[in-house]
Structure formats: structure tokens, C-alpha cells
């Protein structure tokens, strides 16, 4: 039967299908990355975005009109936006929903006028768009719908037309920018948008089925994005529970422990996320035996936030559970504990030792109780409200620390390996007390999410820095001046930053040819702000000769950050081979913690 018209619930399908193909691609799409770091990045940051609107969408159930739909879609996309290829995409379907909003339903002009709306929309939101990119891809295929409007019979074949031009533009950005061609790579967050735009057509031609409850249920219980496609096409799973927990961690969780766990997991299940945050890590995995993950995970240490759904039959109980904004214990008559995979009637929920042991745990991790939403955004309810406060985004506890002496009244954990999301980002705004909030997003990715929040607050002044790096960071904080103006010191703070050179040194994840340099799994690079410096395999020769690289005649200052894995007394050679060489110019050395990078390093 062919379409010439969408109503809001078919497009709801098809929004939630173009999720979940997204999703079922992730890995993919991070594979594409240009850097060839250790980062989730674009594949990971797109998928956390959309789910994030997916649950909006289904939260709506099964009466809702297109205003409701757009909404939904359309705030839920932009609070969960995550780095700049997650942004792009909230900003795309901003556009698209607000050109549908006012229609019952949509035809091809309409459809058309959304694609250029999305479109219109995305430019705006970056403040230089690059071709070659995600925003090439959508205004392609946004071209294609305004050309097939008229030309097509019915929806199927403008849908096949502009999907097929989408990809046929994806094909020519190595052309327009010369660093995909030589990584020999297509747009990661271009190829992001086809595979939304693909599933979508899959449920608008019947190709997805009719998506049940329980199918709705499995997207939304995933925030990771990790959905398995089968998953979602029906309702028979291969890993029936989706299990989420949260580790206290009481020794530590470095690189090779994380890759060991995640290792273990899969080994278990599929849809694997397992994030660290400092002391505490969270997971999420699809597994037919959720108390095997939860006894591996006890060897790390406490567990808390544990949550396993049936995702056959919906059923969704906690552990621990929310009242009055606070985690209290369930009711003993609530819980039950079998050791097991659990029944097929409901979920398994492990009883870790006991709730005083549990709560002790949190109370020495510092993990608080959740803010009161009445008194989440008014920060005069709990503190006397100051001029000036600060945000940054920064990983590894010597980093914090530093930020913290600096003045910094919010910590975000995150950078490289995670960007925090426009949601994330407005509640850290929201527990500073102060009347201007400067955010320092320390990470290129982070910027346009920052820029978002900024956009979003409504009782403050939200000023941001548009800090790359942790070295621009501290820089951006030492530079501010109490008794100047907020716009002086933005002036000052965004000039400050313009003299900071920054290197960081990490590995390899696979092999690449980038910057003229012939790259193998497992080298070790310096990157710098405009591309590769160095290339070895000894982390104390790259990082010497990445310094080299940086240093000039008018350099007088450098500082040195290591990471959790690299070794102090590694740290201290490094500064010496330095010192050695340049006798001019004053070396600093700091614990910085970082967990992605063994060294960051900034020249001044």
C-alpha cells in the first residue's frame, strides 16, 4: 500500500526504527572515527542522543498527536545531546519537528520543507560548519526531497530517492575533506544520519514489523543505545534481561581492569556498556544471567542503582528505588534473591550483604542523594547566591583537584572517552550558586553541547569557554579576574587560551595512515592541536619529541600532566630529558589521573 501522507503515529515508528538501526550500528559508525583513539565518539554520542528522544517518544503511549510527537522528540534530542555529532542530529530533528508540528499529518511538500527546515536549522547551531560532514549529508538529501516533491507518486519511492542520494553524498566527503580520504574513511556522523534515515524507511515499507510493547520497552530501557536489532524486531531476544548496575569501586579500575570486565561480559551477553566515573562505574548489559554479572562485579567492589528487566514481559523492579528525591531501601517483602538467572515471571535482584553496608559505601564514595526538583534549579534555596561561578568537564582526580583550587564549583566527569550531554551540562548550571556560570567544556567535542546548555538556562547568565583542552582550561581559570566584568573576562579568558599549545599521548586502537604518518595498532602517538606530532613505540620517546615539536623560541613554560597508567618516576625522566634540553624554560609536573591519555602536556 503506498503512502501519500504520514500521520503521527506511523512517523513515530519510523523515528523509533531509525533509533534503533542507528543503535544496531554504533560500533560501526565509531570505527570511522578519523583519530584513531580510544573514544566511543561519534557512533556512541549520536546513539545516546537519539534514545534519549526515543524515550520521550514512547513515554507517550498510544494517544498522542504531532505536536505531542515533536515535542517529545524534539526536547528529548536536545537535552540528551552528546558531543558535536550528537548536537548536529538534535538540531536536525529540532528543525524537521518544528516545520511539522502545526500539520495532522504531512505530505511530500511538507516532508520536504522539514528535511530543508533540519537543515537550516543544524548550520545555524555550528558556529563554522565544515563540508564533508554530517551537515553535507543532510543537506543533500535535504536537496533531494525538495527535487523528488513533486516528482514522486507516493511517499516510498521520495523516501528510496533521498536515501539513495544521502549515501551517494556520503560517498564524496573523503573529496571535500582531504582527511577522510587519506584515513580512507566516509563522514562518521554522515554515515550516522543514513542509517537513522534507512531504518525509518524499513518501518515506513513494513520491513520492521509491528513493534510491540515489550520491543518499546527493550529501546527505552537502553540509554546506552546499545540495542540489538533483533531485539527490537521481535520479541523473541537472544539475552532476555537488561541488567544496569552501579560499582562502588574500593581499589582501582584502570584501562586493562575496565577491557578485562568488558571482556568477561561479553562473554555473558551483548549490548555492553560499562562506563567509569572516578570511583563508581556504571553497566548495562543484555544477559540471560544477570547474577553472574553482579557476582563478577562484586569483586570490584559494593553495588547500588541494580535494575534488571524482563524485557519478554516488562516487568521493571529496583532494588533501591527514588522517594522524595532520595535513594531509600526497598521494603524487605519487595526483594528477593535467587542466586540464579531469576524466573521467567520477573527479574533478579541481588542482596549485596546489607542495606547499611550498601549505604556506607555511597556515603564514603561521595556519591549524593539526588537533588529535589523543586530546589534543583533555584541554587538561593541552599546557597547565598555569589557573582561569579564555574564548570568544567575534566577526568582523572588530579585534574578535579586542580580545577577545584582554582575555583571550579562543578565537576563534570567526562572528556575523551565520554561527553557529557546537554542535560548533564544544564544540572551542573543549575547547583551553582552564582549569578554568571563560565563552563569550560576542555574538549572540542563537548563545546557545541555546552553551548546548548547555555542556550537552554533561563535564570542565569551562561557564559562559555571554548576550551579544547584541560591546558586551555586551567589557563581560561588562572586568567579570570573577580573584579572585572563577565564580559571583560570572557574577552580575557578566550584570549588567554589563544597562547596555549597542547600535545596528549596515547595509543593507538588501530592502523591508519594520518599526517603523512604510517600508524599500527598499538603505536603510540602524540597529538596535537592540529593533527599528529610524533609516532613511536616508547611512550617516553613520543612524548619527548612531541614536546620537541611544540617548543619555539618564545615557549617559556611547560606543564605536565600524567595520566593513571604511566608510571611517576616515568614522569619525572620526562621532565628531566626536558630540562636537559631546554634550560630556559621552567617544567612543572602534575598527577592529573587522566584515564585515556599517559601524558597531557601543555607549552606556553
Known amino acids: 500500500m503506498s ?91 529540532r528543525g524537521f519537528t518544528k516545520e511539522i508540528q502545526t500539520h ?25 560548519p565544515k563540508e564533508g560532514t554530517i551537515l553535507t549529508v543532510a543537506r543533500g538529501a ?14 516510498e519511492e521520495f523516501s528510496e530517492e533521498v536515501i539513495s542520494h544521502a549515501e551517494y553524498v556520503l560517498t564524496q566527503t573523503p573529496e571535500l575533506l582531504p582527511v577522510l580520504k587519506q584515513a580512507g574513511v566516509v563522514d ?72 578485562d ?76 534473591y535467587t542466586g540464579q538467572a531469576g524466573t521467567a515471571n520477573g527479574p533478579v535482584r541481588a542482596k549485596v550483604a546489607s542495606s547499611q553496608v550498601v549505604a556506607e559505601k555511597i556515603a564514603e564514595a561521595g556519591i549524593p542523594d539526588l537533588p529535589d526538583t523543586e530546589a534543583a534549579g533555584d541554587p538561593e534555596a541552599s546557597a547565598e547566591m555569589k557573582q561569579f561561578g564555574f564548570i568544567a568537564v575534566s577526568s582523572g ?30 544540572e551542573a548550571v543549575g547547583r551553582v550558586a552564582a549569578e554568571t556560570v ?5 574538549n572540542k567535542n563537548i563545546i557545541l553541547a555546552a553551548n546548548q546548555a547555555a542556550s537552554l538556562s533561563e ?15 586551567i589557563t581560561a581559570l588562572i586568567s579570570f579576574l573577580p573584579e572585572s566584568t563577565s564580559e571583560d573576562n570572557k574577552e580575557a579568558m578566550c584570549e588567554a587560551i589563544k597562547g596555549v599549545k597542547t600535545g596528549e599521548i596515547t595509543y593507538s586502537v588501530r592502523s591508519t595512515e594520518l599526517d603523512g604518518n604510517v600508524i599500527k595498532k598499538g603505536d603510540i602517538m602524540g597529538i596535537g592541536d592540529s593533527g599528529i606530532l610524533s609516532v613511536g613505540t616508547d611512550i617516553l620517546d613520543t612524548a619527548f619529541e612531541m614536546v620537541y615539536r611544540m617548543i619555539d623560541e618564545d615557549s617559556s613554560l611547560v606543564s605536565i600532566y600524567y595520566g593513571a597508567d604511566t608510571d611517576e618516576d616515568d614522569a619525572k625522566e620526562l621532565v628531566r630529558r626536558i630540562e636537559s634540553k631546554y634550560s630556559d624554560v621552567d617544567v612543572e609536573m602534575h598527577a592529573g589521573g587522566e584515564p585515556v591519555y599517559y601524558y597531557i602536556i601543555s607549552v606556553e
Open 188 to 259: 562518521s556522523g554522515g554515515q550516522g544520519l543514513v542509517c537513522v534515515l534507512k531504518g525509518a524507511r524499513k518501518a515506513l515499507i513494513g520491513e520492521t514489523g509491528d513493534l510491540t510493547a515489550d520491543d518499546l520497552a527493550a529501546i527505552a530501557g537502553s540509554s546506552s543505545g546499545g540495542i540489538n536489532r533483533e531485539a527490537v524486531a521481535n520479541a523473541d531476544v537472544k539475552y532476555g534481561y537488561c541488567t544496569e548496575f552501579i560499582i562502588m569501586l574500593n581499589h582501582a579500575f584502570n584501562q586493562k581492569t575496565e577491557a
Open 3 to 93: 503512502n501519500k501522507t504520514l500521520d503521527a503515529s506511523l512517523i513515530s515508528k519510523m523515528f523509533l526504527a531509525g533509533a534503533a538501526e542507528l543503535a544496531a550500528n554504533k560500533e560501526m559508525i565509531n570505527d570511522l572515527n578519523v583519530f584513531p583513539v580510544p573514544d566511543g565518539d561519534t557512533g556512541t554520542n549520536m546513539t545516546l542522543t537519539i534514545m534519549s528522544a526515543a524515550k520521550e517518544v514512547i513515554a507517550l503511549g498510544d494517544d498522542f498527536d504531532m505536536a505531542a510527537l515533536c515535542k517529545a522528540v524534539s526536547v528529548g534530542s536536545l537535552r540528551g545531546a552528546r558531543g558535536n555529532s550528537g548536537v548536529i542530529l538534535s538540531q536536525l530533528l
Open 261 to 336: 570486565f568488558k571482556k568477561y561480559l561479553e562473554s555473558i551477553g551483548d549490548s555492553i556498556v560499562c562506563v567509569s566515573y572516578e570511583d563508581i562505574v556504571k553497566v548495562h548489559v543484555h544477559t540471560n544471567h544477570p547474577g553472574l554479572a553482579f557476582e563478577k562485579a562484586l569483586t570490584f567492589g559494593a553495588l547500588t542503582s541494580m535494575k534488571v528487566d524482563n524485557m519478554r514481559e516488562e516487568h521493571q523492579e529496583r532494588l533501591f528505588k527514588l522517594d522524595g528525591g532520595k535513594y531509600v531501601e526497598r521494603p524487605e517483602e519487595e526483594m528477593e
Open 459 to 473: 535564570d542565569k547568565e551562561v557564559i562559555v569557554i571554548p576550551t579544547k583542552t584541560i591546558p586551555q582550561g
Open 397 to 426: 582526580e588530579g585534574l578535579n583537584e586542580i580545577f577545584k583550587d582554582l575555583g571550579t564549583d562543578e565537576i563534570i566527569s567526562g572528556g575523551q572517552t565520554m561527553n557529557p550531554s546537554t542535560d548533564d551540562i544544564l
Open 438 to 442: 563560565f563552563i569550560l567544556p576542555n
Open 104 to 128: 495532522p499529518s504531512v505530505d511530500m511538500e511538507v516532508l520536504a520543507a522539514a528535511f530543508n527546515k533540519g537543515v537550516e536549522t543544524a548550520y545555524k547551531a555550528v558556529m563554522k
Open 142 to 155: 535535504a536537496e533531494k526531497a525538495s527535487e523528488m516533491s513533486d516528482k514522486a507518486s507516493d511517499i
